[in-house]
């Protein structure tokens, strides 16, 4: 069983559609972070979070510590939110570590 | 600031030559690591570094060689390409920074990545 486990693995919207994609750890961590890879990718930082909740346009993550749960919101979901999100914990006892989830290919169809 | 710089973004190798990724951030981040993503699949960690002068172990170390003799560099070895060295090889870095007390974290900052094909 992987350290982070994504789901769902694919996923495709229609355009306007709320989405959640969902992220559970096993490990102690000291921060959660959510990624975006585009086609041809690049990978960018969406969030870093240890607690609570955090908004960022239409993007939205939370996270539960007792629970070891995160989840990533998208509402109104638009084509080019085409992309793999990437769910990474940076784990309390490797010194920050980072360990990735396997992604969730995100598909947004007009 | 320009974050990590990751060079080259495409490489073409024969089986058995060397090569050196080179990965430069400029953001004082004491934490840098190299992964390979192969086609469809996720991101797996070679090798990592806390600090100058420290390298560790990640899941796939094997073929590769690291050194961090500054704060700002993290270049990637390969001693030896093979065909299972295909992949593209990402650069990332993350705080906290080097010499500040307060030990919170920063976000992650990835290269663009390296497309590495050997033949």
């Known amino acids: 069983k992987n350290e982070v486990e994504q789901s769902p693995q694919n996923l495709t919207a229609q355009e306007g559609e709320f989405i959640t994609i969902n992220c559970s750890y096993s490990?102690?961590?000291?921060?959660l972070h959510w990624l975006q890879q585009h086609p041809g990718g690049g990978i960018v930082s969406l969030f870093m979070?240890?607690?609570g909740k955090k908004k960022h346009g239409r993007l939205i993550a939370t996270i539960n510590i007792q629970e070891k749960h995160s989840s990533l919101h998208i509402t109104a979901s638009h084509p080019r939110d085409s992309a793999v999100y990437i769910c990474?914990?940076?784990?309390?006892?490797?010194?920050?570590?980072?360990?990735f989830g396997e992604g969730t290919q995100l598909t947004v169809n007009p | 600031n320009a974050g990590v710089t990751q060079t080259p973004k495409f490489r073409i190798l024969k089986i058995g030559q060397s090569m050196t990724l080179q990965c430069t951030q400029d953001?004082?981040?004491?934490?840098m690591y190299w992964y390979r993503q192969d086609p469809g699949m996720g991101l797996k960690l070679i090798y990592y570094?806390?600090?100058?002068?420290?390298?560790d172990k990640g899941e796939v170390p094997n073929g590769y060689n690291v050194s961090r003799s500054t704060t700002e560099d993290f270049p990637l070895r390969l001693e030896l390409a093979a065909p299972s060295q295909t992949s593209v090889y990402f650069c990332?870095?993350?705080?906290?920074?080097?010499?500040?007390?307060?030990?919170?974290?920063?976000?992650?900052?990835f290269g663009q990545g390296t497309r590495l094909t050997v033949v």
């Open positions: 990332a870095s993350s705080g906290p920074t080097q010499g500040v007390l307060d030990i919170s974290e920063t976000e992650a900052f």
């Open positions: 490990v102690g961590i000291s921060a």
């Open positions: 979070l240890s607690s």
């Open positions: 990474a914990v940076s784990e309390e006892t490797s010194g920050s570590r980072l360990t």
């Open positions: 953001m004082n981040h004491n934490y």
């Open positions: 570094s806390v600090g100058a002068g420290i390298t």
